[in-house]
């Protein structure tokens, strides 16, 4: 297993500019959520899912948009990249609820000019 | 959601214990105790979880006093390689919708030095 994937590893996008963050898991896992990590500070939830059409919000939504067509793929656009949003984004799965195991992808660290 | 209170950092030497308390006076009944660590530029791994006494595996232990208002995680003799942000996390095994979202904290940075 591969477990969790998110492509790309490091981006840089000027301000105004779209993309989608990439994020996969091959555990069959229900719950997948989007976080954000600023310098020195903990993880933030963006938003999360716990199944497939299903999406809700976190902590931290605004700016970002999600969907989860497969249970396998929970893809984060960002529609107009902000500098505010420079920062390192994970993404996890588990395979019920949010106190079960997580488990991370390696990350994307994005940069906005 | 339980809030969750660590001390932001603390130091120790190589072959020493490290115990990190954490505190989550509003745990609900449903709810267990999580720990995870990360290394930087890694995204953040499981270590222990438990639910009341003791937990133990094979990197760490977890005591959990019987009003579960806190927990204690256990490093048995860390190494340089323990360095790293930990972090508690409070939440139930099932998703129960509204409130129930898994956030973390700022952790707590450990930094073991020889």
């Known amino acids: 297993n591969a477990g969790v994937t998110q492509t790309p590893k490091f981006q840089v996008l000027k301000t105004g500019q779209s993309m989608t963050l990439q994020c996969a898991q091959d555990?069959?896992?229900?719950?997948m959520s989007w976080y954000r990590q600023d310098p020195g500070m903990g993880l933030r939830l963006i938003h999360y899912?716990?199944?497939?059409?299903?999406?809700d919000q976190g902590e931290v939504p605004n700016g970002y948009n999600v969907s989860r067509s497969t249970t396998e793929d929970f893809p984060l656009r960002l529609l107009s990249a902000a500098p505010s949003q420079t920062s390192v984004y994970f993404c996890?799965?588990?395979?019920?609820?949010?106190?079960?195991?997580?488990?991370f992808g390696p990350g994307t660290r994005l940069l906005v000019l | 959601l339980a809030k969750t209170t660590q001390p932001i950092s603390m130091d120790s030497y190589e072959g020493q214990e490290v115990n990190i308390t954490c505190s989550h006076n509003n745990i609900a009944t449903n709810d267990y105790i999580t720990w995870y660590q990360q290394f930087p530029s890694q995204g953040p791994r499981f270590i222990i979880q438990?639910?009341?006494t003791k937990v133990t595996n094979e990197v760490a232990s977890l005591f959990i006093p019987a009003d579960r208002k806190s927990s204690t995680l256990s490093l048995p003799r860390v190494s340089l390689s323990d360095t790293a942000v930990y972090y508690c996390?409070?939440?139930?095994?099932?998703?129960?919708?509204?409130?129930?979202?898994?956030?973390f904290g700022t952790g707590t940075q450990l930094k073991v030095e020889l």
């Open positions: 555990m069959n896992h229900e719950y």
């Open positions: 438990g639910y009341k």
């Open positions: 996390l409070v939440a139930g095994l099932v998703f129960t919708g509204g409130g129930n979202k898994l956030t």
């Open positions: 899912s716990v199944g497939a059409g299903i999406t």
């Open positions: 996890a799965s588990s395979s019920s609820g949010t106190g079960e195991t997580q488990y």
